[in-house]
């Protein structure tokens, strides 16, 4: 089954993209090629990029709060192990401090790198980065793979409470949906929302051996899916078939 997810506003948005290049870099660095690390640091741009809204720590750190103060209120509660319950709080608690203990926006140590700056006003020039436009970066990618995948993890050191923050959040708002199976009939699926209820994500599965994939848009009232399908490699067209999807509303 393929996942596909939709956010329902800016800040679930903003998270899913940093959770998206965080994955990418951890993919990048951990290999030895050059070229590899290249888009490791490009991608380290990218969630630099992302990570200078002004309000994205405050945001976490609220988001961290609020749930810390949600699944207090399950202490007590005999349906809920309280062991586990704990465990949870004291990883929102170590998120908390970490991130609010940190000087800055993240990565900002990495604003007083000149070569890595010099590297980053040039990476979206189309071949901006060759040895003539900066040998220093073109010494650095002739050093050993080790001494370079150590720069990159002393460089990704100043992201490592966002990314944790982000990484936790996003947990514990999937586990709080329960899967349904939907019928998408004629290749359109529509589902009212309940009102007084706030929902973040949408979840979406769909078996790729179906050839579709869909289209989602939603606000707080209704979410609608149309299903897509690309013909002979080239065009995209929507679907009048029916298929199965398995659909998960998260708050």
């Known amino acids: 089954m393929i996942l596909y997810e939709y956010p329902f506003n800016e800040r679930i948005r903003t998270y899913l993209r940093l959770e998206h290049l965080f994955f990418r870099l951890g993919e990048l660095m951990g290999r030895s090629s050059p070229t590899d690390h290249h888009f490791a640091i490009t991608t380290l741009f990218e969630i630099i990029e992302v990570g200078a809204r002004a309000e994205l720590k405050t945001d976490v750190l609220k988001d961290l709060e609020k749930q810390k103060h949600a699944l207090a209120a399950y ?10 319950l704990e465990q949870v709080i004291g990883q929102l608690d170590a998120c908390f401090t970490a991130l609010k203990g940190q000087p ?22 189309p071949g901006g980065t060759c040895e003539f436009d900066l040998p220093v970066y073109h010494a650095w ?3 050993e793979a080790g001494q370079r995948r150590a720069d990159l ?5 100043g992201f490592l409470p966002l990314a ?15 899967p349904q199976k939907v019928m998408c009939s004629g290749g359109h699926f529509q589902q009212n929302l309940p009102q007084g209820r706030s929902f973040g994500l949408l979840r979406l ?37 029916d298929a199965q999807l398995e659909v998960t509303l998260c708050s």
Not at 75 to 84: F, H, L, T, V, Y
Not at 153 to 157: F, G, I, L, N, S
Not at 167 to 173: Q, T
Not at 227 to 235: K, S
């Open 75 to 84: 202490r007590g509660n005999p349906a809920i192990s309280e062991e586990a």
């Open 104 to 125: 800055g926006k993240p990565g900002h140590a990495l604003t007083e790198i000149d070569w890595l700056m010099s590297l980053r006003s040039r990476a979206s020039i």
């Open 141 to 143: 990618r002739h050093l």
């Open 153 to 157: 993890k002393r460089w990704v050191d």
């Open 164 to 178: 944790e923050s982000v990484g936790l959040l996003l947990k514990l708002l999937r586990d709080s949906g329960v």
């Open 205 to 241: 599965r769909i078996d790729p051996q179906l050839g579709l994939f869909p289209e989602i848009s939603g606000n707080r009232l209704v979410v609608s899916v149309r299903l897509m399908t690309i013909v002979d490699g080239q065009r995209v067209q929507s679907s009048s078939e």
